[in-house]
C-alpha cells in the first residue's frame, strides 16, 4: 500500500471511529470543508497537510477517546499501555 492509500485508510478510518462528517473533519483538521470530498476525487495533499491531519487525529482520540488511542497504523488496534496518552 503506498503513502496516500494509507493516509486515505486512516482518515476513513478515524471518520467512522469518530462518528464525525467529512466536512466537519476536514474543517477541524485543516481547514478546509471539502477536504475529504477532494481527497476521495483524487487530491494528492502535500506532506505537511498530511501530517498536520495525522496529529489532529492522534490528539482527537487523545482528548475523547484516550481508551482507544491507537496508532496510526491502520493494521495496529492495540491500546496504547497505561500512562500513554
Given at each position: 500500500?503506498?503513502?496516500?492509500?494509507?493516509?486515505k485508510?486512516?482518515?476513513?478510518?478515524?471518520?467512522?471511529?469518530a462518528?464525525?462528517s467529512?466536512?466537519r473533519?476536514g474543517?477541524l483538521?485543516?481547514?478546509?470543508s471539502a477536504?475529504?470530498i477532494d481527497?476521495?476525487a483524487?487530491?494528492?495533499?502535500r506532506f505537511?497537510?498530511?501530517a498536520?491531519?495525522?496529529?489532529?487525529?492522534?490528539?482527537w482520540?487523545?482528548e475523547?477517546?484516550?481508551?482507544?488511542?491507537?496508532?496510526?497504523?491502520?493494521?495496529d488496534t492495540s491500546v496504547?499501555?497505561q500512562g500513554?496518552?
Amino acid at each position: 500500500m503506498d503513502a496516500l492509500t494509507a493516509f486515505k485508510s486512516r482518515v476513513d478510518a478515524f471518520l467512522a471511529l469518530a462518528g464525525m462528517s467529512a466536512s466537519r473533519f476536514g474543517t477541524l483538521a485543516c481547514g478546509d470543508s471539502a477536504f475529504v470530498i477532494d481527497l476521495k476525487a483524487g487530491r494528492e495533499p502535500r506532506f505537511s497537510t498530511i501530517a498536520k491531519v495525522d496529529k489532529f487525529m492522534l490528539d482527537w482520540k487523545a482528548e475523547h477517546m484516550p481508551e482507544r488511542l491507537v496508532s496510526l497504523d491502520t493494521n495496529d488496534t492495540s491500546v496504547a499501555p497505561q500512562g500513554v496518552a
